[in-house]
């Protein structure tokens, strides 16, 4: 729990780019005839400004230069000069500069909301800060403590005893229950000392000092840059988070707040972690008529066929209620017609003997093609089986098998068998969205993937991508009354909308705001990176661990990776507790013939939660060794 925020003032909350000190320090300078430059200022600004007075002034070429214009009074005497004169400059700029910066006022708003007091400290003499308080105070920023040096017996950064007097007065004892926000490095190390929480600025601070207007005239390279270079400055100093924006503190708040609150990370195929704010859509009921509701549901069948690289021309996105299986079951079941047809699934896990099972259960004709489950499915077995089985009219093939991970050929298998006529289907649960997948590329028929998988929304329905003209001969076919696809196709074109039984409707509002997300993201393309990165991280540093893979890199996808027990005995029970109490949750294993778990790549994770996860696995690992050994 987050109980309190200290702020840091001139690049920080106001003043941007930390104008005022600057300018006030070349002012004072130059009323005694010294000329100082920008970056000589900025190297330890932060301290109190009479220690970096005198900091100055040791410098050979300032005092030099002191002493050359100023030969009657001894340098001991010029920093007391020099000081009393930057009070003068300082009050004349510092009205100008204490403009809250960009995001404070969400922030204050943020802190009040959630009852998280607002302190400060600051390198500012006291005289300063009480000219800026009230200025601030009408812009509606009114933090409830405000620490100088002159309160703590002028020990002021990098030493945390500023920090500690202000969380002293507002009653907190804990410091990780504090966050210390500044532009400079003696803040981040102020911060650390303290033993709270160091977060870091970049924009309109310190190290980059320049005005908003300076920096919103450059282009967006030189900006990079600035910020690259600041935020290094500031995480080598020790922070623990870098924000560009003051505002960026809220989502962070927030999610240090759901780490706090031992909300775990789900490594697992979906249901997967989702955002916050698609968590948050859920908050409001929706009713199922509602015509706001229904264009929601049209613009979601939109976007996933755009998803799918296709067009409405030619392809549809028919949502299913139910997890990813009614989807699967709902397609098979409405997709081979009652008489002269036959299915040929090709399986090589779990989710393909499922495919079986529904065909089983639905008294479908099929033949099956059966593929050890550290291989893929190629193009030359099912050939050979088509070959075997003229009868076959229909397919049926599993993209990312979640069972271990493997990646299927659908791109060179799909076109082949739509050149022969064979109508297709392939589960693409949990790829879709994760892997760019081109719809009319394949020419598949129908493609199934589901709310909770890539697409990062939350269970509670499975979707159908499929090729209108086909979809539209199928009247008729379905075995069941609520899986019927070609019906609950029909009620969402004729009644715009409309689903044909009750829905899910959070999970239908949640889902769209999951897509706005996977948009912001960068698409498919960023997604993919981000999953591939998380998976290549992971992959390595298991196996740097000594945990063996149970299919070979080349066919592994993003989605999921599978590791053998790393000895006979490996207690997984125990492994799984020891990482869920430390926040993540993973997932067994499901090759049947071999021991093994499983981790999942997708969801709201980043790379560095996947070293975090490293991190714990080695420690378990190494005290697993240790036990072993003993024994
Ligand atoms: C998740 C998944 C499914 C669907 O499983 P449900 O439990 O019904 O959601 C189907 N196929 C694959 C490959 C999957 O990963």
Redesign the pocket.
Known sequence: MIEAIVLDWAGTTIDYGSRAPIIAFKNAFAHFFIDLSEDTIRQDVGLDKLTHVRKMLQEPEISNSWIANHPDTPLEKAAAEIYAQFQIEINKVLAETAQLKPGMTDLIKFANAHHIQLATTTGYTQAMLDQVLPLAAEQGYKPAYNITSEQTNHVGRPKPDMVELAMKKMNITDPSHVIKVGDTVNDILEGKNAGTISIGVVDGGNLIGLSEEEFSQLDIEHRDRYHTIAAATLKEAGADEIINNIGDLIPLIESIEDQQHDMPLLLT??PLTTSKTVKETMLVDHGTWDDDYKELTQWVRHELVTIGNATEKDYTAVLMQ???????EAAIGTAVPKTNATLLIAAN???GE?MIEIADYLAIPHVVLQVPEDQTVTLAAVEEALAAHPEVTHFAV??????TGILNPIETIIPTLADKGIITLV?????FGGVPIDLEKLRVDYL?T?S??CVQGV?GF?IVLAKKHTLQATEGNARSLALDLYAQYQTFENQAGKWRFTSPTHVVYAFAEALRELEQEGGVTARTHRYNNNETLLRKGMQELGYELVIDESVQSP??TSFKFPTADFNFRAFYEYLKNRGFIIYPGKVSKCDSFRIGNIGEISADDISRLLDLIKTYTAEELQLQVQK
């Open positions: 195929p979906g139910g997890s990813g299986s009614f989807g699967v896990g779990a989710y499922r599993v993209h990312c098998e979640t069972t589960d693409a649960m949990s790829s199934v589901s909770n998988k269970p499975s989605i999921i």
